[in-house]
């Protein structure tokens, strides 16, 4: 099986302790991993199960039925899956990989719009990342005052070095635009790509 950053997360709680899945998903909104791994969707979380079962990197531990409930699958790591986990760790950190976040892709094609249309989004877009770096410094200071250790905390303090580089980017870019060092219009940028293709 393929390393995800899911099934990475699946196979990560499962090392504390056997879990259903709707206790794998609480597990993962109450630690915030949500923020690092897309579980927005239940299907993916089932899917994911479902390959690391076939897989051979869980097992179900145990199946029951309570009144209240409908029946629950008990799922527990296996030893292939305990090397699977240390393998896709030191993987996913060891190598970068090629991602494709939209972002990028919104930014190769922004001569599509006017400049300041890009200045408009642009400048929108900063503003939701300096909410999200107060909040992250909110999560930094609320683990510092529950004496949480950093390791904890890492992919925070990732986040947030990666969103205070995007905002200083962003402050450029949309000064940039302000003043009119970066402009650009799409009749001679058409004419360009005739010319170069």
Do not use: C
């Amino acid at each position: 099986m393929r390393s995800s950053p899911l099934g990475l997360t699946v196979l990560s709680l499962l090392h504390l302790r056997p879990l259903h899945p709707y206790g794998i998903q609480r597990l993962i909104k109450q630690w915030g991993k949500d923020q690092v791994v897309n579980v927005s969707q239940r299907a993916s979380l089932y899917r994911t199960i479902d390959r690391l079962l076939d897989a051979g990197l869980i097992a179900v531990r145990e199946t029951s039925r309570d009144q209240q409930y409908p029946e629950r699958t008990v799922y527990e790591v296996t030893g292939a899956g305990r090397a699977a986990t240390r393998e896709w760790l030191r993987e996913m950190l060891a190598a970068p990989r090629a991602e494709y976040p939209e972002f990028p892709a919104a930014l190769s094609f922004t001569m599509m719009l006017l400049p300041h249309e890009v200045q408009a989004d642009l400048t929108a877009r900063a503003a939701q990342v300096r909410a999200r770096l107060a909040e992250l410094g909110t999560a930094a200071e609320a683990a510092r005052q529950a004496a949480l250790p950093r390791i904890a905390m890492l992919e925070d303090e990732y986040r947030s070095t990666v969103l205070t580089a995007e905002l200083g980017w962003l402050d450029t870019i949309t000064s940039d635009l302000r003043s009119g060092a970066l402009t650009w219009d799409y009749e001679t940028l058409a004419a360009l790509a005739r010319e170069t293709s």
